[in-house]
């Protein structure tokens, strides 16, 4: 029996939604779901079946819109809105998927947690830049005294991590991650730079946990549009590149 993939895709602003609903983007995706996150208006896609909006409902944590995602991941998880699929895609919505997406992906789908943006641990912007990193690793260090710095230094220095919210996950490797992180999320949450370190931990969590995952290069391009304005990047390439993702 072929398993069930549950697409997610994080947006923040409803004339995106409605963009990529009428230029029938992301329709390789046979369960797909907008989840709308932050509190800009949303008068325009309240009725529309597959769009959620995530403070409308039950459980949210909208009050913190520098989590940028998570919010959503968070909303889906203790909302339940994930539990008929077997995968889950969770993608952010300045993101290109290539034709060979759906075949590529279910090569490696068995390792239960697929990333897509590879990033060498040698980086200096994966954990040595501390405004991006350093309080989520002390938090590890305070609740699962764990040393994130040893643990990567004693890594294969060609090792590869995967970078950015943009990842599959097996249900159960979800449902593991959401309850390893969230306690970790109280001690950020209010940051500046609180999605830099969320994206960050899911590299963390199966690095500290030793669970499977693969890379899954050259199918899924992310534009990076600092939508919440924490990279220094300027409108100007919102406003250039924007008309690429319809």
């Not at 069930?4 to 797909?32: M, P």
């Not at 889950?88 to 789908?109: H, M, R, T």
Request: aromatic share 16%.
């Amino acid at each position: 029996m072929s398993k069930k993939i549950g697409t997610f895709i994080f947006v923040h602003d409803q004339e995106i939604v409605l963009d990529f609903i009428n230029c029938e983007k992301f329709q390789v995706f046979e369960n797909l779901t907008f989840v709308f996150v932050g509190n800009k208006d949303t008068s325009k896609i309240e009725n529309i079946s597959n769009v959620v909006i995530c403070k409308n409902l039950v459980y949210n944590i909208e009050e913190y819109p520098k989590l940028t995602s998570y919010t959503g991941w968070y909303a889906i998880w203790k909302n339940e809105l994930y539990k008929e699929y077997d995968y889950l895609n969770l993608f952010e919505y300045d993101v290109n998927i290539l034709e060979n997406f759906n075949e590529s992906q279910s090569e490696v789908l068995e390792s239960g947690l697929v990333g897509y943006i590879p990033l060498s641990i040698n980086n200096s912007s994966y954990i040595r830049v501390k405004k991006w990193s350093e309080e989520i690793i002390l938090s590890i260090k305070e609740k699962y005294d764990t040393d994130i710095y040893k643990l990567v230094d004693n890594l294969d220095k060609n090792f590869n991590c995967s970078i950015t919210s943009n990842h599959t996950f097996s249900k159960i490797n979800f449902e593991n991650y959401m309850l390893w992180v969230e306690p970790l999320v109280e001690d950020i949450k209010d940051l500046e730079m609180a999605g830099h370190q969320i994206e960050r931990s899911i590299s963390f969590f199966y690095l500290v946990n030793n669970i499977e995952f693969k890379i899954l290069p050259y199918v899924l391009k992310h534009f990076q549009f600092d939508s919440h304005k924490t990279q220094g990047i300027s409108q100007e390439k919102f406003n250039t590149n924007y008309k690429k993702l319809l």
